[in-house]
Structure formats: structure tokens, C-alpha cells
Nanobody
Framework: QVQLVESGGGLVQAGGSLRLSCAAS????????MGWYRQAPGKQRELVAT???????NYADSVKGRFTISRNNAESRVYLQMNSLKPEDTAVYYC???????????????WGQGTQVTVSS
């Protein structure tokens, strides 16, 4: 069993900042890519940002220059610093991780339960 627990969501005014955190725990041998996704009401879940174990990052065009993803490999944590927030950033934000539970085990994807981010205009 692997658990991902997000924290740091909340209500913020447009132009403000929030920092999301996600901690992975459980039967983890290694974690490759970790990422943040979001889902707004009535919309599909979409990628926000990902980061590999070596620190390579990828961002959705809509958040480039405003959001920064980072991670602490030793603690199996990933963060999302969100600046210059806009009302259209309002969504439930989910953390995910591609991980293995043993050296030769298959890679599996785990998801957190989500944290609400609401940006008021």
C-alpha cells in the first residue's frame, strides 16, 4: 500500500500565492516521476506540472512562469509553489507518483485524495 497525502490548499485572492505539499508513504522502493494535476468542476483532470527523480520538470502552458514544482527525494515529497493565482486556477489539485514497491516490481501510479484550491476575483 502506498499513500499520498496533499496539504496546503485553501482560499486565496487573485494575485496571491499558495504552496501545496504532498507526502508519499508506505511500500515504496523508488519513485520516478511525481506530479500535480487538477480538476475543475465540469472539466477533465489536467496536468499541471511533473518532476522526475533527477529534477527534470514539465509544466502546462497555462501555469508556466507562475507555478514551480520541486521535490525532496529523501522524504518522498513533492511541492507546488503557486504564484500570481487566477480565478481559473480554482480546482481540486491531486498529487501523483510513479513508483515501484520492489527493485524489479512493475511501476504503478498512485494518487492522493486531492486538496481544494479556490481563487477569488
Amino acid at each position: 500500500q502506498v499513500q499520498l497525502v496533499e496539504s496546503g490548499g485553501g482560499l486565496v485572492q487573485a494575485g496571491g500565492s499558495l504552496r501545496l505539499s504532498c507526502a508519499a508513504s508506505g511500500s515504496i522502493f523508488s519513485i520516478n516521476t511525481m506530479g500535480w494535476y487538477r480538476q475543475a468542476p465540469g472539466k477533465q483532470r489536467e496536468l499541471v506540472a511533473t518532476i522526475t527523480s533527477r529534477g527534470s520538470t514539465n509544466y502546462a502552458d497555462s501555469v508556466k512562469g507562475r507555478f514551480t514544482i520541486s521535490r525532496n527525494n529523501a522524504e518522498s515529497r513533492v511541492y507546488l509553489q503557486m504564484n500570481s493565482l487566477k480565478p481559473e486556477d480554482t480546482a481540486v489539485y491531486y498529487c501523483n507518483a510513479e513508483r515501484r514497491s520492489s527493485e524489479y516490481g512493475p511501476p504503478r501510479i498512485s494518487w492522493g485524495q486531492g486538496t481544494q484550491v479556490t481563487v477569488s476575483s
